[in-house]
């Protein structure tokens, strides 16, 4: 109904007398024929200067003035101009709908046909989920993603019928074309972020192809478009079957490559692909070489990280100067205590993910690894697929649980946490909560652990964190209770939306 007014058929009926009267109401007469667009009150006859001011009665008296006159049953007027007088009348009839248009006139009216349009295609794909799948959906951006994305196949898109000099992309063909054949660099750019911004699933295959293929390194050597497309695969993509597997090889590919950062955005979307399909339990099917590529990686940086430890820091070779065995031992405590504390500063200071200092070359140092992602990916997928975990995997992720890093230390518990279920490993994230334990930046981070790892009886401590927000803080719980499946009989369910009452 909306859409015909974007730019409705003028109409015309002779000439308009410019006679009014005060006391007898006249018949209207439908429209000023010089007008570029016309009025939907000028369609109905209604001429006052101060529109506001005309009353539903005189609406729908004007309408029903015209419609003894256009109707095709009671005179010889063609069926299209009763129809723009009928549609005229429903929307200036509508309070709401008048108020639009009042407002944004033709374009507003426009733009709730759009949302409306748009509206029934997300409720008719997903009107087959459940309430729960749905939370989900819109916690992890898939329902954006389906509002965007296109409902049938259309033709490819045609990049000559693009006028605009913008680099925003106005449809998602036009961004899918972008990220791969627009000559621009920082187009791509844009494009892919538009993609991982608004989570446009049909975007997946080109994706991979651009990041397979792309070529293009910053004057320092980074692959900033293959990072960007990497990070919007995390996003977009869907589980990994037998038959589909095109995203997780190219992803295990990417933890092949020179670039650091690159190597750090491949490891983070294997673990978001993992970690949201165990969510919205879809079952998937990771190809072993990518469990195989990412404990390279682990067993690679344990090697490195062990011959960094053997080295001393700089507080250390101070203590070689001092030989404590002959000096007084009030002395010797003094000095024990001094450099105990100095330990305990510079293992607090570390609060931060394993990222590397930038070199003059910008993809960090090829020893460098994204140790914590790297040990949440794998263990986002031995969990489902049990296959692929052996003794040997589980000896090296063990060794990070004394990693000086404590993102990376409790990525290691997560992991043991998912893999064995021990609670030990989750008590220790969970101890990470108290106040000034660790940043309040990493405990963010701790708290959307416990929930993906369903970890209810830290549910306490997620709510009572200090010095994280209440989102966070809800998110988490939420998640917990997706483990539980939301039984109500459950007492741990229980706790758990007691603690969430007591957030909101």
């Not at 990497?230 to 295990?252: C, D, H, R």
């Not at 250390?316 to 100095?342: C, G, H, I, T, Y």
Request: aromatic share 8%; proline share 4%; hydrophobic share 40%.
């Amino acid at each position: 109904m909306f859409a015909a007014f974007v730019h409705p058929i003028q109409i015309t009926r002779g000439p308009v007398s410019t006679h009014t009267c005060r006391k007898r109401y006249s018949a209207p007469r439908a429209v000023l024929p010089h007008e570029s667009q016309s009025s939907l009150y000028s369609i109905l006859g209604l001429r006052q200067s101060d529109l506001s001011t005309v009353t539903s009665a005189q609406i729908r008296r004007a309408y029903l003035e015209l419609a003894k006159e256009t109707h095709p049953d009671t005179s010889q007027a063609e069926a299209p101009i009763f129809d723009q007088i009928s549609k005229a009348y429903a929307i200036l009839s509508d309070p709401e709908l008048r108020s639009i248009y009042d407002e944004s006139g033709h374009e507003g009216l426009a733009a709730v046909a759009s949302i409306k349009h748009r509206a029934e295609q997300i409720r008719d794909r997903f009107s087959s989920m459940s309430g729960e799948q749905l939370d989900f959906l819109s916690d992890t951006g898939e329902l954006v993603g389906g509002l965007l994305s296109s409902a049938t196949d259309e033709d490819a898109f045609d990049p000559s019928s693009v006028s605009h000099e913008d680099a925003c992309p106005r449809s998602v063909e036009e961004a899918i074309w972008n990220i791969q054949f627009h000559p621009d660099r920082s187009v791509r750019y844009y494009g892919l972020w538009w993609i991982y911004k608004f989570k446009v699933k049909p975007a997946e295959a080109a994706l991979v192809n651009v990041l397979q293929t792309s070529n293009d390194q910053t004057s320092l050597g980074g692959f900033g478009i293959r990072r960007r497309a990497a990070l919007a695969l995390g996003a977009v993509a869907s589980a990994p079957t037998e038959a589909n597997q095109a995203a997780a090889v190219a992803l295990s590919d990417a933890l092949r490559s020179p670039d650091y950062f690159l190597r750090y955005r491949a490891a983070e979307a294997i673990a978001n692909i993992a970690q949201r399909c165990s969510l919205l339990r879809q079952q998937f099917s990771f190809p072993k070489s990518v469990t195989h590529q990412l404990k390279l990686l682990l067993l690679k940086g344990q090697k490195t990280l062990d011959a960094k430890a053997a080295a001393k820091s700089g507080f250390k070779q101070q203590e070689s100067l001092f030989d404590l065995e002959k000096l007084d031992p009030l002395v010797r405590e003094k000095l024990e205590a001094v450099f105990r504390e100095r330990r305990e500063n510079e293992k607090r200071s570390r609060r931060t993910t394993m990222t590397p200092q930038l070199g003059v070359d910008a993809v960090g140092s090829s020893s460098d690894e994204p140790y914590e992602w790297l040990l949440k990916a794998v263990s986002a997928i031995c969990a489902k697929q049990r296959s692929h975990l052996d003794d040997q995997l589980l000896e090296v992720i063990e060794s990070y649980t004394s990693n000086s890093v404590p993102l990376v230390r409790y990525a290691a518990h997560k992991a043991l946490y998912a893999l064995t279920g021990a609670d030990t490993h989750a008590e220790q994230i969970v101890r990470a909560l108290g106040y000034g334990v660790e940043h309040h930046y990493s405990q963010r981070v701790l708290i959307r652990d416990l929930g993906d790892l369903g970890y209810s009886k830290g549910a306490e401590a997620v709510a009572l964190c200090p010095m994280v927000e209440n989102s966070f803080k809800i998110l988490a719980l939420k998640n917990m209770l997706a483990k539980q499946k939301h039984d109500p009989s459950n007492r741990e369910v229980r706790n758990v939306l007691s603690h969430m009452d007591s957030l909101l």
